[in-house]
């Protein structure tokens, strides 16, 4: 039989959070390639979700969400960035960030549609690209004195006739880095020449470091109304598992993803929605005290990784430092990675596998910082072997 997958979905394979996961439970090595914690997040939300199991909470919910979510999340966005959205229209709740980010490429683009996104990006965001028949235009972020960013000049030089939408993901997976007022400045001007929407992935929103202020695109003149914001509890809270997430945006726009959204999931699970929603409320000074202890683990890793011969780019938010690879002699990414294992014990993920040009990154490998210290440690001490002589 010929391959039955459709032609558009034919370059994705399995990803490669699962590939390097598989890979790290078969020889037993230390997982630095998924971001996801090992410690679990606060126990009254947990707790939360237990009782709203117990108290009945286990049928389907309203499609856009239950009411206490939707309110919680309305009073998140209003105190935190000064943003009011209705409840009642402008949130909708989804299965996670990915699912939001899908829904809204599937809802805005026609086939032939152009997204411009910056490469290297989350991996999903290409497949939501060629699943709804549109065109990925990648801008690179390349390093710029310690911190990626993207050349302004290039970035309008993507955006052509049949661009739709910008996919916009600050604070940055996998680069680490936390996009200025000046460059949102920048995408929020195109927008508005080109009559762009943008879709903001901003997962990561509450997990900066050094006192780096994570600045929402819709919260910029004129970007309120042309801007699908997404976020989710995962990051925040530590559930990973949990894939609860929310749109917030202009009725239109909130209709229209709802409207794919329904036919994808229809709703997403009751019992983490009320969970969520306490999260939001109360449990924002354990927020706090995680961000402290993540930019703690990332000055551990990157000292670390430092120490065994990797160039290290210092992230100003999210859960990955991100490496060059090549003064320890090594120029493929992904070669390495997957050789990681037998050399150190320890898995990383390829970052060239975020890029539409993989040669532009082939030379960058990511690590994730969200685990125990003593894990980290533990693979420091086994990376160091990649600078001793054999």
Same mark, same amino acid.
């Given at each position: 039989?010929?391959?039955?997958?459709?032609?558009?979905?034919?370059?994705?394979?399995?990803?490669?959070?699962?590939?390097?996961?598989?890979?790290?439970?078969?020889?037993?090595?230390?997982?630095?390639?998924?971001?996801?914690?090992?410690?679990?997040?606060?126990?009254?939300?947990?707790?939360?979700?237990?009782?709203?199991? =117990?108290?009945?909470?286990?049928?389907?919910?309203?499609?856009?969400?239950?009411?206490?979510? =939707?309110?919680?999340?309305?009073?998140?966005?209003?105190?935190?960035?000064?943003?009011?959205?209705?409840?009642?229209?402008?949130?909708?709740?989804?299965?996670?960030?990915?699912?939001?980010?899908?829904?809204?490429?599937?809802?805005?683009?026609?086939?032939?549609?152009?997204?411009?996104?910056?490469?290297?990006? #989350?991996?999903?965001?290409?497949?939501?690209?060629?699943?709804?028949?549109?065109?990925?235009?990648?801008?690179?972020?390349?390093?710029?004195?310690?911190?990626?960013?993207?050349?302004?000049?290039? %970035?309008?030089?993507?955006?052509?006739?049949?661009?739709?939408?910008?996919?916009?993901?600050?604070?940055?997976?996998?680069?680490?880095?936390?996009?200025?007022?000046?460059?949102?400045?920048?995408?929020?001007?195109?927008?508005?020449?080109?009559?762009?929407?943008?879709?903001?992935?901003?997962?990561?929103?509450?997990?900066?470091?050094?006192?780096?202020?994570?600045?929402?695109?819709?919260?910029?003149?004129?970007?309120?109304?042309?801007?699908?914001?997404?976020?989710?509890?995962?990051? !925040?809270?530590?559930? !990973?598992?949990?894939?609860?997430?929310?749109?917030?945006?202009?009725?239109?726009?909130?209709?229209?993803?709802?409207?794919?959204?329904?036919?994808? !999931?229809? !709703?997403?699970?009751?019992?983490?929605?009320?969970?969520?929603?306490?999260? %939001?409320?109360?449990?924002?000074?354990?927020?706090?005290?995680?961000?402290?202890? %993540?930019?703690?683990?990332?000055?551990?890793?990157?000292?670390?990784?430092?120490?065994?011969?990797?160039?290290? #780019?210092?992230?100003?938010?999210?859960?990955?430092?991100?490496?060059?690879?090549?003064?320890?002699?090594?120029?493929?990414?992904?070669?390495?990675? =997957?050789?990681?294992?037998?050399?150190?014990?320890?898995?990383?993920?390829?970052?060239?596998?975020?890029?539409?040009?993989?040669? =532009?990154?082939?030379?960058?490998?990511?690590?994730?910082?969200?685990?125990?210290?003593?894990?980290?440690?533990?693979?420091?001490?086994?990376?160091?072997?990649?600078?001793?002589?054999?």
């Amino acid at each position: 039989m010929d391959d039955p997958l459709v032609t558009r979905m034919r370059g994705f394979g399995t990803t490669i959070f699962a590939e390097m996961s598989a890979l790290a439970l078969r020889t037993g090595s230390i997982n630095l390639g998924q971001g996801f914690p090992d410690t679990d997040g606060p126990a009254a939300m947990l707790e939360r979700a237990v009782s709203a199991i =117990r108290e009945g909470a286990n049928q389907y919910p309203p499609g856009p969400g239950v009411p206490e979510l =939707r309110q919680a999340v309305c009073e998140h966005r209003k105190d935190h960035y000064g943003l009011s959205y209705d409840p009642d229209g402008e949130i909708l709740v989804t299965v996670g960030a990915t699912e939001a980010v899908a829904a809204a490429i599937l809802a805005l683009c026609e086939p032939g549609d152009e997204v411009i996104a910056f490469e290297p990006y #989350y991996d999903s965001y290409a497949a939501s690209v060629a699943l709804a028949g549109a065109v990925l235009r990648p801008v690179t972020l390349r390093p710029v004195e310690g911190r990626f960013t993207f050349d302004p000049a290039e %970035l309008r030089a993507a955006a052509g006739p049949r661009t739709r939408v910008i996919l916009v993901n600050s604070p940055h997976n996998p680069t680490g880095t936390v996009l200025t007022r000046a460059e949102l400045e920048e995408i929020a001007l195109l927008c508005q020449e080109r009559d762009l929407v943008a879709v903001t992935d901003e997962v990561y929103e509450h997990l900066t470091f050094d006192g780096v202020e994570h600045v929402p695109l819709a919260t910029l003149p004129g970007m309120r109304e042309r801007t699908v914001m997404i976020s989710s509890a995962g990051k !925040t809270f530590s559930v !990973t598992g949990w894939k609860t997430g929310w749109i917030c945006g202009p009725a239109e726009l909130v209709r229209a993803v709802q409207t794919v959204k329904q036919f994808l !999931t229809f !709703t997403a699970a009751a019992p983490w929605q009320l969970a969520v929603a306490h999260g %939001l409320r109360h449990e924002l000074d354990w927020v706090s005290r995680l961000r402290a202890d %993540l930019e703690s683990k990332r000055d551990r890793l990157a000292v670390g990784l430092a120490a065994a011969g990797f160039e290290v #780019y210092r992230p100003a938010g999210t859960y990955f430092v991100q490496t060059d690879i090549r003064p320890l002699g090594f120029t493929d990414g992904l070669a390495l990675a =997957r050789e990681l294992p037998s050399l150190a014990g320890v898995v990383a993920v390829p970052t060239q596998v975020f890029y539409a040009r993989p040669e =532009r990154g082939s030379h960058f490998v990511r690590f994730a910082f969200c685990k125990r210290d003593e894990v980290i440690d533990e693979a420091v001490s086994r990376l160091a072997r990649l600078g001793t002589p054999s």
